[in-house]
C-alpha cells in the first residue's frame, strides 16, 4: 500500500497548525481526546493538512494517517516534515469498505471537500485489510463516505474496541447513506454514541 509520496509546495506554512489553540474544531478535539484514554495506535482517515494528525500525534505513540487528495497530501507530507514528527505514517488512499479505485472530486472553494467519486486514479483500501495492530482511536472525516470506511473496518472496531469521532455533516445522502443506517452498523458493533459536538460525533465501546 505504502508509495512514495509527493514532494510538498515550498509555500505552505504549518504555523496555523501546530498549536492545539488553533485547531480546526477544537473543541470536538479536546471532547475527543477526554474519551480517548488509551494512547497507543490513532487512525487519521481524511488526514486532509495535518491538523488533526499533528495533534494526534503529540498524544498518541503512533499515527496512522490516510489522505486521498494529492494535492491536501502535499501538503500533509510537509507539515508532517516541519514539525519533525516520528511517529507518523502517511499513505495515500481513500478509505472504503473494499478494496479498488475511485476518483476525488474537488470540494468547491474549500480544499477540506474533496470526496470520492466513480473513477480511477486514487486507491481505495479498508482499513481492515491494511491495519493488523490493535487501535485506540478512529477520527473519520471523508466527506460522507463515513459509512463505508466503518464498513471495511468492522472487524478492527471488534477487536480493538477504539474510540470513535466521525463527521457526520450531511454530505452522505450523494452516497445514498441514512443516518439510521450509519447508526444501526455502530450498534451493532456495540458502539455507543456519547456526545455531539457540532457536526462531529463521538462514539465510544459498550
Partial sequence: MAEELPKAPDKQSNDKIKLEGGIHKRDVFIAAMNRAQKRGVAVDVGAHVGTWTINLADRFKKVIAFEPDRVNLSYLCNNIKKANLKNVDIYHAAIGSKEGECKITDGENNSGQSHVTQGKGTPVYALDDVIEEKIDF??????????????????????????????????????????????????????QHVQTVKTNEIWVPI
Fill in 138 to 191: 478512529l477520527k473519520v472525516d471523508a466527506q460522507g463516505f463515513e459509512f463505508f470506511v466503518l464498513m471495511g473496518a468492522r472487524r478492527i472496531i471488534s477487536d480493538s474496541r477504539p474510540v470513535i469521532c466521525l463527521d457526520w455533516s450531511g454530505h452522505a445522502e450523494r452516497y445514498g447513506i441514512s443516518y439510521q443506517r450509519l447508526e444501526i452498523l455502530l450498534k451493532a458493533l456495540k458502539m
